[in-house]
């Protein structure tokens, strides 16, 4: 069970994701969802490459890049209780984002981060603080050069390391083309913002029509097929010590012959695994579900919900209880089977709010 729950955290980039089909008893296998008729393909240029999700770390700063071509590096304080991120995405007229945060539920009191004693104003929103863009730069660069970093509380002032910085910046540079041009972070030329890729275009992911859930519903007992396979047998011999969850089954339907089963696999403190299997009507012929994800294909995902009207199966893996860590998943039913359309990743614990970690993987509907 714990090995279960540290493979679905775990985050090994590969990008080869896809679909779900497979044999019964067998794993589903993965594929990409190919792009809409007239998407433009990413052009091979140094922009096609970041559509190579990838993450690395430069001392006490980490830096994500996503398949969009986005690179967001953030730096912790030293206490532990609040970030710095800096987000850039690709192509020549990206402008980057700095912002700042105390952590889940810390209000930032004072209006300025300092560098190296030089104050910088912030504008804060939604208890983060952001320098404004015509500003970021500017700050960027200061702060590449700092030895010292520090934003006030109002009570006290707390520290980020800047440790790894210049590295982090500089990867960024590297990756996104933007080397000894105008549009670099830290490494800056006389090229033209010209000479950098346009960003790589997003895979398209295509919903298949909802269907009626008539008769469907949670709780529900599985079919003998699914209850007599090796790894549902497995996840009943985990979770035998809460009836309750054993029985907190989920039944949808994704189409006129498909069902998808959700069997309760594994219950932590602030986590629980479901291992999801696909039927017939009649409750034969099942398969597991292999989820595609950045990494190795996720059979467990972590907290699950899905959404019969949007057709998303989403999950969120806690890195701890007050979820400011961990990975986000989602993916889309397609006449394909199931497609990772969206997943992002917080490695570290700074108090981050989900809706600010990284993205590493993205896509778009048609129209």
Known sequence: ?????????????????????????????????????????????????????????FRDWSVVCGNDGTCTAFGGMESGTGWLRIVMPAGPEAVPVVEMGMGMNAEILQRTLTLDGRAYGLDVRDNVARVAAERARALIAALAGARTAAIGTGEDTLEFSVSGVSAALLWIDERQGRLDTVTALI????????RVPAAPALPIVTPAPAVAQTGMKEGTALPDAVEAMARVRECRGDTDFSPDFQSSTQQYRLDA???????PCFMGTYNTGYLYALTDSAG????????PTTGEAMETPINPDYDPATRRLSAF?????????GTVHEWVWTARGFVLARESEMERCFGVTPDLWPLTWDSRTPG
């Open 1 to 57: 069970m714990r090995r279960t729950l540290l493979a679905s955290l775990g985050v090994s980039l590969i990008a080869l994701l896809g679909a779900c089909q497979g044999e019964p008893e067998g794993q589903t296998n993965a594929g990409t969802e190919a792009p809409a008729d007239g998407a433009a393909a990413p052009s091979p240029t140094p922009a096609a490459a970041t559509a190579r999700p990838e993450t690395r770390a």
């Open 187 to 194: 490494r800056k030329g006389d090229a033209p913002a010209a």
């Open 257 to 263: 012959d498909t069902v998808l089963w959700g069997v």
């Open 284 to 291: 034969a012929s099942p398969r597991i579900v292999s989820l």
């Open 317 to 325: 893996g806690k890195g701890r209880g007050i979820g400011d860590c």
